[in-house]
């Protein structure tokens, strides 16, 4: 979705976007990377992109995106993703960004697909003009963006099956993470922190709802009520302290290096529940601000920790 705070922020208001796997990772039953769904058609339709014929040099500029295109197994048609695509690790990382993308640079990759999920400086119409087709795939904002963007690659890819076989273990898994959650009586609550300046999420985001599925409700949604900050307010200390969240999810861990320890020796927060009980759970920054597959590992961050709640 995105990589850091401040860039965070500038790209999603710019993006005007509300949103922000295990599966992601090859098991024995996932298709071979580069393998094709049996009778995949062509032309294939997405939208109002048609590809007459299965696109085999995709820049990706988009993580999530990039991530989608390899757990489908069209890892060998992508040619080269922007340097925020950090996983898998044998994606083809280049000096492209997906915040600032520049066509001329997108053009000289001889690109047959180029997969965006923002319109930056009207990127999608510069591409466009020079005949380089586009699919946009914007941050999501539930679950069914994931899934419908996972199931777009596959048709446009020649991964139709395999797209499906991913969003049904996407759907699988998550039951099962989902099923036996404990009834409470009061819904616990959380603060999820994108960074030390304290910007956090509210129940409207896509990370907002995976906190739900686990029965979560976050601290920050009186912050933001009007929605006038797209679901993303910057709380202050005193309001995370008077609001005494039972869980602190760090997502700010790799690029900030904030920890329980850092977040334990804060001024004022040694009383807040999640402090106390010792409830703060650090996050892998990519996989919290991310919407491919493996949201589900999130997902299973987030039930691990509230399973050792007592209802």
């Known amino acids: 979705m995105f990589r850091r705070t ?29 393998a094709s769904s049996a009778g995949a058609a062509f032309p294939a339709t997405v939208g109002n992109l048609t590809l007459e014929q299965r696109p085999e040099k995709i820049v990706s500029l988009s993580p999530s995106a990039t991530e989608m295109l390899f757990a489908i197994g069209a890892g060998k048609q992508v040619t080269a993703v922007d340097n925020n695509s950090n996983y898998p690790p044998e994606a083809p990382k280049s000096d492209l960004s997906g915040f600032q993308p520049n066509a001329e640079a997108i053009a000289a990759k001889s690109p047959d697909l180029v997969v965006l999920s923002n319109d930056t400086n009207k990127i999608v119409d510069q591409l466009t003009t020079l005949k380089i087709p586009v699919l946009l795939t914007p941050a999501a904002t539930t679950l069914e963006d994931t899934y419908r963007q996972i199931t777009d690659l596959g048709t446009l890819t020649g991964h139709a099956t395999e797209a499906a076989d991913v969003t049904a273990r996407m759907k699988d898994e998550i039951a099962k993470l989902t099923k036996d959650l404990p009834q409470r009586s ?102 919290a601000s991310r919407w491919g597959p493996r949201v589900v590992e999130l997902l299973r961050a987030v039930v691990d920790a509230v399973a050792k709640v007592p209802a």
């Open 6 to 34: 401040p860039r965070l922020f500038a790209a999603t208001l710019a993006a005007a976007a509300l949103a922000l796997g295990a599966c992601a990772e090859k098991t024995a039953d996932a298709p071979e990377p580069g």
């Open 186 to 287: 009061k819904k616990l609550t959380y603060y999820h922190e994108l960074g030390p300046e304290l910007y956090s999420v509210t129940s409207k985001t896509f990370i907002g709802s995976i906190y739900a599925l686990a029965g979560l409700e976050s601290i920050a949604d009186p912050s933001d009520a009007d929605g006038k900050n797209g679901g993303y307010p910057q709380l202050s200390q005193e309001v995370i302290v008077k609001a005494n969240p039972d869980f602190v999810f760090l997502a700010d861990t790799k690029c900030c290096q904030q920890s329980a320890e850092t977040v334990k020796a804060r001024s004022g927060w040694a009383g807040i529940a999640a402090v106390k009980n010792n409830q703060i759970v650090a996050l892998d920054d990519d996989i």
